[in-house]
């Protein structure tokens, strides 16, 4: 028995030092660069057997209450802002998302998780009155980018264009995937620049959605992001619509990079163009925006709510999202080392959940308090 005190001693060196040389996923990841498959293994191994994931589960890792609710991490995912950096954990989160290949739907459909949007439900609770049909795994994202880009400020604008190629701008573009929608399907004559901070997003994008067959969209890095002295890569006004969907912008407050990115969009914004800005956010930041963007010489000229569709959606998605999530995960061997890797699903499970306002998690359940409101606006730039 001797070899096997052996064997266990050698596999927990190995374990250890794996720990020691993975970057940590909360905070340590680089967003210029696009993870491999063999490298996401040794990062998510790496996360497994280190002491964060029991930190996530005591809840000792986490600094910062999130504010709402009365959360904890096991049971809803909940984690602050402040405990992790935005570049790192969607550093990893794109690329799982890049290298997971096809997933299949709880309808049988095949599809890629590149439609990773919250969205909401359109019509009636049952779907039946949906522009995409139930067997359709992204129908609520698409559902949510079709409507924000066909507001009805923003068509009668198109009516008005001498020039049939609408200029589109989208800043947190993450695959793009409502870009390819918007460039095929909804406005097929626009000329659409997407940008995002992460490579392994714009790689994707590149790959499946800005291809030859469709020439009028383009997908482009900015590293770390628009702001933080980052411009837009385009001309003074020179674009018809500026499109922020779901991203992580102005999801606590209205902050100081916040400011830099809606300043870029006056910058590049025609006079009388259109900043167009969905989420699900704090209804107090909608309250500040409504406040802050007039300073700009931005008007609004529409405000939805989306709010009750966009619970139905994650209700309606809840399967899908289910199974999306096992079957991402059950590509790492290590989900299936005893012990180790029971705790480790947990923890990943539920971050990814959160993330995607699963329900019972706390960004779900800060939707049905009404302290998050998904809201579609247009605000026109006064000429």
């Given at each position: 028995m001797a070899w096997l005190a052996r064997l266990a001693l050698l596999v927990v060196v190995i374990a250890v030092l794996i720990a020691m040389q993975t970057p940590d996923v909360l905070n340590g990841l680089n967003s210029n660069h696009c993870h491999s498959k063999l490298e996401l293994q040794f990062i998510v191994s790496g996360f497994c057997l280190s002491p964060v994931v029991g930190q996530l589960?005591?809840?000792?890792?986490?600094?910062?209450?999130?504010?709402g609710g009365d959360f904890d991490f096991e049971h809803d995912g909940d984690i602050a802002n402040d405990d992790y950096a935005q570049s790192s954990i969607y550093a990893v989160l794109?690329?799982?998302?890049?290298?997971?290949?096809?997933?299949?739907?709880?309808?049988?459909?095949?599809?890629?998780?590149?439609?990773?949007?919250w969205g909401f439900n359109v019509g009636d609770d049952s779907g039946s009155e949906h522009p995409y049909p139930e067997q359709d795994p992204e129908r609520f994202g698409k559902a949510a980018y079709r409507g924000l880009v066909t507001q009805?400020?923003?068509?009668?604008?198109?009516?008005?264009?001498?020039?049939?190629?609408?200029?589109?701008?989208e800043i947190g573009c993450g695959t793009a995937a409502g870009a390819n929608l918007i460039t095929r399907e909804v406005h097929p004559t626009?000329?659409?620049?997407?940008?995002?901070?992460?490579?392994?997003?714009?790689?994707?994008?590149?790959?499946?959605?800005?291809?030859?067959?469709?020439s009028g969209l383009t997908c482009q890095i900015v590293p770390n992001g628009v702001g933080r002295?980052?411009?837009?890569?385009?001309?003074?006004?020179?674009?018809?619509?500026?499109?922020?969907?779901?991203?992580?912008?102005?999801?606590?407050?209205?902050?100081?990079?916040?400011?830099?990115?809606?300043?870029?969009?006056?910058?590049v914004l025609k006079p009388g163009g259109f900043f167009l800005w969905g989420n699900a956010l704090p209804t107090r930041v909608w309250?500040?925006?409504?406040?802050?963007?007039p300073t700009l010489g931005f008007e609004l000229a529409s405000n939805i709510n989306h709010t009750h569709g966009a619970i139905v959606a994650r209700d309606l998605d809840a399967p899908r999202v289910d199974s999306a999530i096992a079957e991402m995960l059950g590509q790492y061997p290590i989900m299936k080392l005893p012990y180790f890797g029971d705790r480790c699903n947990l923890v990943s499970e539920r971050l990814i959940a959160n993330f995607y306002r699963h329900p019972a998690t706390a960004l779900?359940?800060?939707?049905?308090?009404?302290?998050?409101?998904?809201?579609?606006q247009a605000w026109r730039l006064k000429k």
């Open positions: 589960l005591t809840g000792q890792l986490l600094e910062e209450k999130t504010v794109y690329a799982m998302y890049k290298n997971a290949g096809n997933l299949t739907s709880p309808h049988g459909v095949k599809y890629q998780f590149t439609f990773n949007t009805p400020p923003a068509l009668e604008y198109i009516k008005t264009l001498k020039d049939k190629n609408l200029q589109i701008v626009s000329e659409y620049l997407a940008l995002d901070m992460q490579q392994a997003a714009i790689d994707t994008c590149n790959e499946r959605h800005a291809t030859s067959d469709n002295g980052n411009p837009i890569p385009k001309p003074d006004n020179s674009v018809d619509f500026a499109v922020i969907s779901e991203t992580h912008i102005a999801d606590i407050r209205i902050g100081d990079i916040e400011k830099d990115i809606f300043k870029e969009i006056v910058r309250n500040d925006a409504e406040q802050y963007l779900y359940k800060k939707m049905t308090t009404g302290y998050d409101s998904y809201m579609h």
